[in-house]
Every structure is written in structure tokens, then in C-alpha cells.
């Protein structure tokens, strides 16, 4: 008997953690499906805990594997946890890619800054649009989030409909592009849905996020009431929230002067795409000096403390264009990633020093979250009526909240994954049924790594204990020919008696070499052995921590 076609989904990231989003849908018999993949996206770099990453990506050894019957990606949206790992990524796979204009236009613009980055090409799918891919016709739907154009996918197949969400919040008046298009989306109840896969950020706030718009006002009145300059920064990508400070700007007399590359960058696609349409232009940083203190607002990149920002450099005074002083006002229109509080605060703390007051939304109303809390999760379920759900994009509590919301809400089927889990979704009961291949990939400067590798391990034991290095020549009866050569980094100088450990290191060698047998003198492996032991050993009766320990023998 033939098997049955079955419809299948795998997050292969952004399932039990925050960023690198990459989920697949597989339809067909077993071993023999079609597959669609959605968003390629990264994680930021790990920090202390993954020293010198700057990306972390997911591991796309499953699309590499069905490479054949894969039919394409699909980008929800222009968020760095979507789309950031395209351009190191896609060369390996070379997918035909399809998202909306001005995700399309955002992302030829990254690529056209990103020195060495291939041509990739994209196929732009207008607002609203479908796409057929094999036995999948994919519905693009309008959803706001804090980027223009966020989209949910209705992926039809003959087994039937799924929403995959993408990010996405109910906002009725979210000052640039489409509202959630909730038409759209009681009609796909109304027709049958049968699961939805849905972004689980925020399911453990109550309640509901505020309206771009009430930000908007906000701004407008903290900018309009400012007696000097005024600096807000913001996500680049947020050109709602670009707009709204531009309007606020323009509405009380003043320029708006655009500082980072990023925030250049967004504006210019944003222009080309419409989303800034009746907004005169921005002046660029030369003129800033120029203009009069009460006739200014700066848009500025660096709302994460990014050293390297224009915010972080204004903070020390180190901008070459552009200065802040007493009496001036600097707004956070931003949330800060949990992560970055340390360097959000150095930035905070430099203006303070200067005289600057310091807004954030530790105060004032200057930003709302891009997803959905509780409330609007609510409202969805009541809308779309999903047989299945299952919870995605978002932290182990997170996709725990939300299952238990669609529970409570009375979806009959709740199917809670993880990253790597094949989940049927029909025919039949819906569950885990089959594990895929999954990871993680590290940007380390220029190249690519994977995660298990040892590479970035042994730079984090590196960091805790340091390293010794010996060299010890011998000649062909054993004996040693020289002094040995040591070297040691990261190892306290002296230990507590006041000895140096280069001293010790060099005492441990000598008599370690002596008084082994002349039979295992000979053999350099042996030796090597030995001396690593005893050096390691040496140092720890003092300092109570092992360094690592590389010995070169040498026979002359
Ligand atoms: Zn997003
Ligand atoms: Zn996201």
C-alpha cells in the first residue's frame, strides 16, 4: 500500500531561543517531499560567552541534505533574526528567495554596503500577494510589527491551511504601512484553518502593546518642549518610529539631521519604497554645526550602545561632526537587549556626564514592542480558529505562555517543539514524529565555523587560565641541549610566596626530563607527555587553576 502525503514542519532555529529564525514545511510521501523554507535569520554574537563571534547562524545542513527538492525561501520580513544570515549563507545554496518590496530593497541595500558580497537575487512579491511553489501556494498577509512590511504566510496545501505569523502586533494606527489585516485573517477562519504557528515574544505580557501612534505623540511633545538640541535614537530599521520623530521634528520648526550609516541607509530605502513620502529630506551630518541649538533633532544609531555607533561616539565626545552640551536632551527610543545593558549604560552615563538629559522608556511612553501580548494573541485565536498550534519564535517560558494561552483558548491540538523536531501536522493526531539535522554556525571574522567545533571552547578556556608554551631541545642520548624555552601568557606573575612561575615552569622541566628513565627519553612523545604533566601540575600547587600547557621537543 502507497503511503499517504503528509504535511510537515521543522524550526531548524529561533525555536528555544530569541533570533536565528529558519523554519521548513515539507509536503509529499515519506522521504519523498517537497520543501519550502522561512526566513534565514542571526543571532548577535555571544559576547563573554562566545568570544570573538560576531554572528551566530543556524545550521542549514537539512536544506543542503534536500537541496534538490527544496523550492525556495521565504522572508516574513526585513529583521536581522529573519533575513541576517542570507548573504553568508545563500551561496552554499543558492535557493530562489522571495519576499515584499521593501524587505527586497532593505536587503539590496545591506548587500550593496557589505564589501565581497555575491549578487543574490530576489523575486519581490507584491503586498497581499501568492506564490505557488510546487504543492504549496503561499499567501502573503499584512501584519505591523516595527518594520515596514512584516507578513504572515496562509501555506495552502491539499491537507489543508497553516498561518505561519511572523512577527507581528494589532495595531490599528501603526503610522507607516499596512494595519494586521484582520479581514484577511477572519476569513481564513471562516474558511478552515488548520494550524497556526505563531510568534511567542511576548505571551507572557498581559494586557495589550501600546499604538505606534501614542509613541508618536510622545515624541512630538518631548521634542516640541526641548529648550536646546535634541538627539533620539531608535532601531535603523524602525521607520515608523523615523517617521514619527521627522514629523515631530518638522511640526515645532526644526531639521532633522541623520548620523550612522545604518540609519542612512534605512532612510534612503524607506524613500525609495514610499514609507517616507511627504517628508522633506534630511540634512546630512556637515550641517549640523551650522544650525541653531533649538532648530536641531539628530537621528542617531546606537540605541544598543554599540561602541562603534554615532551615539556611543557622540556620548564620548569623540564625533567629529556632531557635539552634545548642557541643557541638551537625548531620547531612547528603544528598548534595551537583554545583553546590552552594560554598554547601554557606559552611552547613558557619558551623556549624563556632559550635561545631557537622558530620556528612556523607563519614564516616558518612546517605545512600544512589534509583538503581540496577550490580549491580541487572544484575538487572533478568535479570528484565524486554528485545529493545531504551535508555539515558535521565542525562549523556552515563552513558547510555554503560549501554549498554555491556545490551551486555555480551547485549540484542540497544541504540539510544543524545539529546534531540529519534525512535526506532523496532518493527517492524522498532530506530534513530533522524526528528528532533523540542526545547529549553529559561527561568523568568526571572515569565516564560518560550526559550533561543536573546538575553536571557540578553547578561547574560553584560553580566558580562565592562560597558557604556558615549552620548547626543550634534547640531543640523541636524551640529555638536554639547552636551557628550555618557555613562555607564558595570562599566568600570574608570582605565586603567593613571591616566586616567579617562570621559574617554576623552568625547574619542573629540567627535573622532569631527568628523572625519567633514558629508554623514554628518546621517544619525544613521551617526553612531551611528561613535561605537560608536571608543568601543569607545578603551577597548579600554587595558583589552584591548570593552564593549558603546549610542549615542543626538539632532538638535535
Ligand atoms: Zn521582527
Ligand atoms: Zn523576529
Known sequence: MQKADELVFAPLGGVGEIGMNLSVYGYGRERKKSWIAVDLGVSFGGGEDLPGVDLVMPDIRFLLQ?????????????????????????????????????????????????????????????????????????EFVSMSHSIPESNALIIKTPLGKVLHTGDWKLDPTPVVGPATDEARLRALGAEGCLALVGDSTNAVREGRSPSETEVAATLAKLIAEAPQRVAVTTFASHVARVRSVAEAAYACGREVVVVGRAMERISQVARETGYLDGIADFRSAQTYGYLPRDKVVCLCTGSQGEPRAALARIAADAHPEIGLTKGDRVIFSSRTIPGNEKVVNRVINGLIGQGVEVITERTHLVHVSGHPRREELTELFGWVKPRVMIPVHGEPLHLAEHAALARKLGVPDVVGCRDGDLVRIAPGPPGIVDEVPQGRLYKDGNLIIEAEARTVADRKRLAFVGVVSVAVALDETGVMAADPEIALIGIPETNAKGRSFAEIVMETVAETVEHLPRARRRDPDSVAEAVRRAVRGGIAASWGKKPLCLVHILTV
Do not use: Q, S
Request: negative net charge; hydrophobic residues 45%; proline residues 11%.
Open 66 to 138: 534536500e537541496r534538490k527538492n527544496l523550492l525556495g525561501l521565504i522572508l516574513t520580513h526585513g529583521h536581522e533574526d529573519h533575513f541576517g544570515a542570507i548573504i553568508d549563507l545563500w551561496p552554499r545554496i543558492k535557493m530562489p528567495i522571495y519576499a515584499t518590496p521593501f524587505t527586497a530593497a532593505l536587503f539590496e541595500a545591506k548587500r550593496e554596503a557589505e564589501p565581497g558580497a555575491p549578487e543574490i537575487p530576489i523575486n519581490v512579491v507584491p503586498l497581499g500577494g501568492t506564490i505557488k511553489l510546487g504543492p504549496f501556494e503561499v
